[in-house]
């Protein structure tokens, strides 16, 4: 399904003679064009890797992830409103 989504792109990419704006920065136009096929490259990476490690630490990976991402999450937010305290705090002194 990848593959197919990604030749697609190119597809699309040959038919429209894609110009990327002239205001993006030359990262932005070198990787525009080959987005697809580096998400296909890294997707693969990153499977091979984990069919080659034991299933109960690819398990532990994963659930690591989606346990850290919302704690992270709330601890900015945490942040922000003592930020925004003391702001209303300046404010009504």
């Known amino acids: 399904m990848i593959v197919l989504r990604k030749r697609i792109h190119e597809m699309k990419m040959v038919e429209r003679n894609?110009?990327?704006p002239s205001d993006w920065m030359d990262w932005e136009k070198r990787y525009y064009t080959s987005?697809?096929?580096l998400i296909c490259e890294i997707m693969g990476?990153?499977?091979?890797?984990?069919?080659?490690t034991?299933?109960?630490?690819a398990?532990?990976?994963i659930a690591l992830t989606i346990l850290s991402v919302?704690?992270?999450?709330?601890?900015?937010l945490f942040h922000l409103m003592e930020i925004a305290k003391g702001f209303m705090a300046g404010i009504s002194a």
């Open 18 to 20: 894609f110009e990327p």
């Open 35 to 37: 987005y697809d096929s």
């Open 45 to 52: 990476i990153l499977q091979s890797q984990l069919m080659n």
């Open 54 to 57: 034991r299933p109960s630490l």
């Open 59 to 61: 398990f532990g990976m």
């Open 70 to 76: 919302p704690t992270s999450t709330g601890v900015v």
